[in-house]
């Protein structure tokens, strides 16, 4: 089975960096998915991490650590429009590479 | 056109009531879910589907059932709808790729 864990909420002020932990526990890891979802709306693909490092893409950045089973997410130079949850995803072979979502991390950013 | 389709987007409906909610894609993915999503809460799996053949519950699938009519068709079905499935459902397709999931633009239910 697997076991991701993110913290339920978070508030950071505009302008600001925001770091998002995960943590997660499985048998058969092939990959980290994260995804920004707006109140009522579709979840979005934000990034995807399957290598130990940094994957850089604008504003926003997501770092893995496979022995650890940690990635993050960091948001820079946050907007009002930032405001959403977050949802850490975690792929597994064993599974038939199935995504397991996390429950989300709701950020609110405050002027 | 969206990637992927559900129908309708709001639905209220009465205690007892026989409801289908419907999905289509055009992404050629074979791989399709189901989620459910509550409140505050995170994505909960119903149903999915790897190919036309392939039928499988998720963590929640009482109350529910599926039909895959066709690559790009998965729809789900609730057989008497309870006041408890009142949420928002999702629809998503994969390739086992880069992407993950693409998501529909969900349908909120409403059971009164």
């Known amino acids: 089975g697997q076991n991701i864990d993110q913290p339920t909420e978070m508030t950071a002020t505009e302008g600001a960096i925001v770091q998002i932990n995960c943590t997660y526990q499985?048998?058969?890891?092939?990959?980290l998915f994260w995804y920004q979802q707006h109140a009522g709306e579709a979840p979005t693909f934000l990034s995807y991490?399957?290598?130990?490092g940094l994957e850089e893409k604008g504003r926003f950045s997501s770092f893995l650590s496979r022995s650890k089973g940690y990635s993050y997410l960091l948001l820079k130079e946050l907007q009002m429009k930032d405001s959403a949850s977050y949802l850490c995803?975690?792929?597994?072979?064993?599974?038939?590479?199935?995504?397991?979502f996390g429950g989300g991390t709701r950020l609110m950013v405050k002027p | 056109d969206a990637d992927v389709t559900q129908t309708p987007r709001n639905r209220i409906t009465k205690t007892g009531k026989r409801i289908m909610l419907e999905c289509s894609q055009t992404?050629?993915?074979?791989?399709m879910y189901w989620y459910r999503q509550d409140p505050g809460l995170g994505l909960r799996l119903i149903y999915y589907?790897?190919?036309?053949?392939?039928?499988n519950k998720g963590e929640i699938s009482d109350g529910y059932s599926v039909s895959r009519q066709a690559q790009a068709k998965f729809s789900l079905s609730l057989e008497s709808a309870i006041p408890n499935q009142t949420a928002l459902y999702f629809c998503?397709?994969?390739?086992?790729?880069?992407?993950?999931?693409?998501f529909g633009s969900g349908t909120r239910l409403t059971v009164v």
């Open positions: 998503a397709t994969s390739d086992g790729g880069y992407y993950g999931y693409t």
């Open positions: 991490n399957v290598l130990d």
């Open positions: 589907s790897f190919d036309v053949k392939d039928i």
């Open positions: 995803a975690v792929r597994d072979r064993n599974a038939g590479n199935m995504l397991t």
């Open positions: 992404k050629g993915h074979d791989r």
């Open positions: 499985t048998s058969g890891f092939n990959g």
